[in-house]
């Protein structure tokens, strides 16, 4: 019956789950992960998450990303955040590029995506009015690694490769895990990041906090000069936290996370090492929500969409396009599934361990 999803809990969260079932009231976290274009494939869920649950809302609601989950984050966060989210992700198919693209060409391209679905509007409601309290991870960067020439960046990354595999604590002293964060609220899991790493966000760093989190290395450029944070280079989010591996702070109520993997991945680093799982102690009040297996296969290409998609239909936009809208129109299955298993309490039937 939900061949479309796969759903895991942490022991604290199923606990909950099968004696109260998951409303939206014990929701007390959203997390959103880096990925690109994988966003795509949640487009289902996350509207029908937004279009049933928060409307009322009265108390904060924390959503914490990185990369594209931080953007997803802020059309979350909007007050009309169906709306926004489509705007968000029809700008973000338009782009189009003549050949292989410069850093600075990406980076403007992201920039004309982030202007065209935030307005000042949106941004003072985010900030003052919201009942999401937005959270932006980004990886401050010093030394070589702040520099932009490609030489310097990869000389930069060759103790990093080697120091993540001997520990991610030791990665945390070459990447300064840095929160952008709301200030009406301490987000729960506030303690995970220095002192000095907790910058305001404010109307002057909001757009630059935003794109710094999704400043891919070699790809775009880094993000200097962010009103309110220390200096150095703002780069991907997804350099510290890929999937969000941190401690989320709840020890009442669940984390939500809808991700586009049953798989979590804890750093940029780690995409490779088979043999790097998340914190089961982070995740213990989690419930992740994902697409399956099955659903991923009966796609058109098998897979949903990724960054060597520009490459693969690279002069044919078009088909792109169809291939991400079909992902999108299909996807819807996976948030009617989810719903339906929350509103009927199979939930507590279908869902898996982490």
Not at 242 to 255: C, E, M, P
Not at 343 to 348: E, V
Request: proline content about 5%; hydrophobic content about 40%.
């Amino acid at each position: 019956m939900y061949d479309n999803i796969e759903i895991f809990a942490g022991e604290k969260a199923a606990e909950i789950i099968r004696n109260k079932g998951l409303k939206e009231e014990n929701i007390k976290v959203i997390a959103g992960a880096s990925g690109g274009p994988k966003f795509l494939a949640l487009n289902g869920l996350d509207k029908a998450i937004l279009n049933t649950w928060f409307k009322k809302r009265t108390e904060p609601l924390f959503f914490i990303g990185s990369s594209i989950g931080s953007w997803r984050g802020a059309a979350f966060a909007c007050k009309d955040p169906v709306k926004t989210l489509d705007r968000f992700t029809e700008s973000y198919m338009k782009q189009k590029y003549t050949g292989k693209p410069s850093k600075k060409e990406v980076t403007d391209e992201s920039i004309r995506i982030l202007n065209d679905f935030l307005k000042d509007e949106d941004i003072n409601f985010i900030l003052n009015k919201s009942k999401i309290n937005l959270s932006i991870i980004s990886a401050q960067c010093k030394g070589i690694s702040s520099l932009e020439s490609n030489a310097a960046l990869a000389l930069s990354f060759i103790p990093a490769v080697f120091v993540n595999l001997i520990s991610r604590k030791l990665l945390l002293k070459i990447y300064t895990r840095t929160l952008f964060h709301d200030t009406r609220n301490t987000p729960p899991f506030n303690d995970c990041f220095k002192n000095t790493s907790r910058v305001k966000l404010t109307d002057k760093n909001f757009k630059q906090a935003l794109l710094s989190s999704g400043s891919i290395p070699f790809v775009m450029e880094g993000i200097k000069d962010i009103p309110g944070a220390p200096s150095g280079t703002y780069r991907d989010g997804g350099l510290t936290d890929y999937h969000i591996n941190l401690d989320f702070g709840i020890k009442d109520g669940i984390v939500l996370f809808p991700h586009f993997s049953s798989r979590v991945i804890p750093g940029w680093l780690d995409k490779s090492i088979s043999w790097r799982h998340p914190n089961k102690e982070y995740f213990s009040n989690t419930v992740l929500v994902a697409p399956s297996k099955k659903f991923i296969a009966s796609l058109p290409m098998g897979k949903i969409p990724d960054r060597t998609d520009f490459k693969t239909f690279f002069g044919r936009d078009d088909e792109r396009l169809k291939y991400w809208n079909e992902v999108i129109n299909k996807s819807t299955v996976v948030g009617g599934e989810f719903m339906e298993a929350v509103s009927s309490g199979s939930i507590k039937d279908i869902m898996k361990s982490f």
